[in-house]
């Protein structure tokens, strides 16, 4: 049999390249070859005036017409199909001379069997058949020689009857090789549901954040141009002062021409009056020179002089006018200069109305301590359970600036609030609600809140001054340590519907809250200690890190 496959394999073979006939056609004598073979091997022989068959070396004077040969070329393409199975599984019969693709794999006998073979090995009985694989050692115990038919749970591992009976397994449970495949594949579907619940979570939050993002690319854009058209209007301003100020200066350079002029005028006059007091000196005759003195030019030259003195006090005045002129120009332009990027610091009291009784507040109401004593504060509606306190002041619009100096007390939290907050209850808590947005520090544990969510910040806080930056319009509530650089802790986005109050939570020792104007010069160097008390705003001390 396989030397009857042998055989009609090699009539299969074109002559020419020696593989299966891909388009077979006949010559005349009655030999075949690929049709692009055969054309090929003419085209060479073209100069040559007439055209041989390579087989045969027949001689045609003219190309003579090629035939398909149907049957041959139905033939070559079922080999051709045999031929693509081959080359996909790569496993032939054991038993056939010539390569025969196997149909079935024997665990037994550990060999590969075609069609032909399969059927008298069939006769045998009592073998186990498999689709054709290479892997049979596989499938048999390395120690045993048997065949792996359980599975062994407390190994994970494959065995056969020996090994459960006589061999390290003894005493284990054993599941088939079936069901021990259904139940991890049972797993492996549960882990590809989640797998798939995930990725259509990951989906969702990468849709969330690209929503995000173009949001905040539309907000960058309207920042740019607002920053832009700002920095634009101050330069426009400097730009101005700047003229004024040169002209100032231009004007006081020209007024020292006018006191020149003034000087010879003055020099012409005292030279007439000098000529006129030496010609009356000379004069002989007393009465003559009675009735011709004046002494009304003295007078003019005294008053003359208390002119120059006055032209020379105004030339000083000028000099501490222009510097005058700088220094208020500046001020003004920075006090002009708006949309959140100067802000003033709030000026915070707290209000004792919403203190709990566990809190003691200092007389300035800036200081607030966790109190060993019971404060015994009036009933009001306002008043929290919990060991907290809001702001007497509430921010509804704009820009707002507060710090905290939270480093005598180890448990705390500090945020913002609506006055609408629960003030009893677990839910009254700063964070702990829809209501309220804190940063909290319990022990040595830190984290930002918000409606009862919360967010572990694993660095903790390298400062012991937080600020807290309101901007309501920009919806935004950020929490920053005031070190150097100041460093950003956390932003919260939210859409604002109701006044905002500063809120303090105090488990143990006391924080204390800044506002007003009372240290500016801490916060921007431009303000001096003895300009305390002015009313220039100052630049956000964390601008960079915020925007």
């Given at each position: 049999?396989?030397?009857?496959?042998?055989?009609?394999?090699?009539?299969?073979r074109c002559s020419i390249c020696m593989v299966v006939y891909r388009d077979p056609?006949?010559?005349?004598?009655?030999?075949?070859?690929?049709?692009?073979?055969?054309?090929?091997?003419?085209?060479?022989?073209?100069?040559?005036?007439?055209?041989?068959?390579?087989?045969?070396?027949?001689?045609?004077?003219?190309?003579?017409?090629?035939?398909?040969?149907?049957?041959?070329?139905?033939?070559?393409?079922?080999?051709?199909?045999?031929?693509?199975?081959?080359?996909?599984?790569?496993?032939?019969?054991?038993?056939?001379?010539?390569?025969?693709?196997?149909?079935?794999?024997?665990?037994?006998?550990?060999?590969?069997?075609?069609?032909?073979?399969?059927?008298?090995?069939?006769?045998?009985?009592?073998?186990?058949?498999?689709?054709?694989?290479?892997?049979?050692?596989?499938?048999?115990?390395?120690?045993?020689?048997?065949?792996?038919?359980?599975?062994?749970?407390?190994?994970?591992?494959?065995?056969?009857?020996?090994?459960?009976?006589?061999?390290?397994?003894?005493?284990?449970?054993?599941?088939?090789?079936?069901?021990?495949?259904?139940?991890?594949?049972?797993?492996?579907?549960?882990?590809?549901?989640?797998?798939?619940?995930?990725?259509?979570?990951?989906?969702?939050?990468?849709?969330?954040?690209?929503?995000?993002?173009?949001?905040?690319?539309?907000?960058?854009?309207?920042?740019?141009?607002?920053?832009?058209?700002?920095?634009?209007?101050?330069?426009?301003?400097?730009?101005?002062?700047?003229?004024?100020?040169?002209?100032?200066?231009?004007?006081?350079?020209?007024?020292?021409?006018?006191?020149?002029?003034?000087?010879?005028?003055?020099?012409?006059?005292?030279?007439?009056?000098?000529?006129?007091?030496?010609?009356?000196?000379?004069?002989?005759?007393?009465?003559?020179?009675?009735?011709?003195?004046?002494?009304?030019?003295?007078?003019?030259?005294?008053?003359?002089?208390?002119?120059?003195?006055?032209?020379?006090?105004?030339?000083?005045?000028?000099?501490?006018?222009?510097?005058?002129?700088?220094?208020?120009?500046?001020?003004?332009?920075?006090?002009?200069?708006?949309?959140?990027?100067?802000?003033?610091?709030?000026?915070?009291?707290?209000?004792?109305?919403?203190?709990?009784?566990?809190?003691?507040?200092?007389?300035?109401?800036?200081?607030?301590?966790?109190?060993?004593?019971?404060?015994?504060?009036?009933?009001?509606?306002?008043?929290?359970?919990?060991?907290?306190?809001?702001?007497?002041?509430?921010?509804?619009?704009?820009?707002?600036?507060?710090?905290?100096?939270?480093?005598?007390?180890?448990?705390?939290?500090?945020?913002?609030?609506?006055?609408?907050?629960?003030?009893?209850?677990?839910?009254?808590?700063?964070?702990?609600?829809?209501?309220?947005?804190?940063?909290?520090?319990?022990?040595?544990?830190?984290?930002?809140?918000?409606?009862?969510?919360?967010?572990?910040?694993?660095?903790?806080?390298?400062?012991?001054?937080?600020?807290?930056?309101?901007?309501?319009?920009?919806?935004?509530?950020?929490?920053?340590?005031?070190?150097?650089?100041?460093?950003?802790?956390?932003?919260?986005?939210?859409?604002?519907?109701?006044?905002?109050?500063?809120?303090?939570?105090?488990?143990?020792?006391?924080?204390?809250?800044?506002?007003?104007?009372?240290?500016?010069?801490?916060?921007?160097?431009?303000?001096?200690?003895?300009?305390?008390?002015?009313?220039?705003?100052?630049?956000?001390?964390?601008?960079?890190?915020?925007?």
């Amino acid at each position: 049999m396989a030397s009857a496959v042998a055989v009609v394999l090699s009539e299969l073979r074109c002559s020419i390249c020696m593989v299966v006939y891909r388009d077979p056609v006949t010559l005349l004598c009655g030999h075949n070859f690929c049709r692009g073979c055969i054309t090929q091997a003419w085209d060479h022989q073209v100069h040559l005036r007439e055209y041989k068959c390579p087989e045969c070396q027949r001689i045609y004077k003219k190309r003579p017409e090629m035939i398909r040969n149907t049957a041959l070329l139905n033939i070559c393409e079922a080999f051709h199909a045999t031929e693509t199975d081959q080359e996909q599984t790569g496993i032939f019969c054991n038993y056939c001379d010539f390569p025969v693709p196997a149909t079935k794999s024997c665990l037994q006998c550990e060999t590969s069997l075609c069609d032909h073979h399969l059927r008298r090995h069939d006769r045998t009985g009592g073998h186990t058949l498999l689709p054709p694989t290479t892997d049979l050692g596989k499938r048999k115990c390395s120690v045993h020689k048997e065949l792996l038919d359980y599975y062994c749970t407390e190994d994970a591992a494959c065995v056969c009857v020996s090994c459960s009976v006589i061999g390290g397994h003894v005493g284990h449970k054993m599941m088939s090789l079936d069901e021990a495949s259904e139940e991890k594949k049972k797993k492996l579907r549960n882990n590809l549901r989640k797998m798939m619940a995930e990725t259509e979570e990951a989906e969702k939050r990468v849709q969330s954040l690209e929503e995000l993002r173009r949001k905040a690319q539309e907000k960058a854009g309207g920042e740019e141009e607002r920053v832009t058209a700002l920095f634009k209007d101050i330069r426009r301003r400097l730009e101005e002062l700047q003229k004024r100020i040169l002209s100032d200066i231009t004007r006081q350079v020209q007024s020292y021409d006018d006191i020149i002029k003034q000087l010879e005028i003055k020099k012409e006059e005292l030279s007439r009056k000098m000529r006129h007091i030496e010609e009356l000196c000379n004069m002989t005759d007393p009465l003559t020179f009675l009735q011709e003195s004046d002494t009304g030019d003295l007078c003019d030259t005294e008053e003359e002089d208390r002119h120059d003195e006055q032209l020379h006090d105004g030339e000083d005045q000028d000099v501490a006018g222009i510097s005058h002129t700088l220094h208020t120009g500046l001020y003004h332009i920075l006090s002009e200069v708006t949309g959140g990027i100067y802000i003033r610091p709030a000026d915070i009291s707290l209000d004792v109305n919403t203190a709990s009784n566990k809190l003691y507040l200092s007389d300035d109401w800036k200081t607030v301590s966790r109190s060993d004593t019971w404060q015994y504060h009036q009933e009001t509606p306002e008043r929290f359970q919990y060991p907290q306190v809001l702001s007497s002041q509430s921010f509804s619009s704009g820009g707002h600036y507060l710090e905290v100096d939270v480093g005598r007390s180890d448990s705390w939290m500090v945020g913002m609030c609506y006055p609408s907050i629960d003030r009893k209850g677990s839910q009254s808590g700063i964070g702990c609600n829809n209501k309220s947005w804190g940063l909290c520090r319990w022990g040595n544990h830190y984290s930002v809140r918000h409606n009862n969510k919360e967010i572990r910040l694993p660095d903790g806080i390298p400062s012991d001054r937080v600020g807290i930056f309101l901007d309501y319009e920009a919806r935004e509530i950020s929490f920053c340590a005031l070190c150097d650089p100041v460093k950003t802790i956390h932003t919260f986005t939210a859409t604002f519907t109701e006044p905002l109050h500063a809120a303090l939570c105090v488990w143990g020792g006391c924080i204390k809250v800044y506002g007003g104007n009372q240290k500016l010069w801490e916060i921007f160097p431009l303000v001096t200690p003895q300009e305390e008390n002015c009313n220039w705003p100052i630049v956000q001390p964390i601008l960079a890190s915020c925007l």
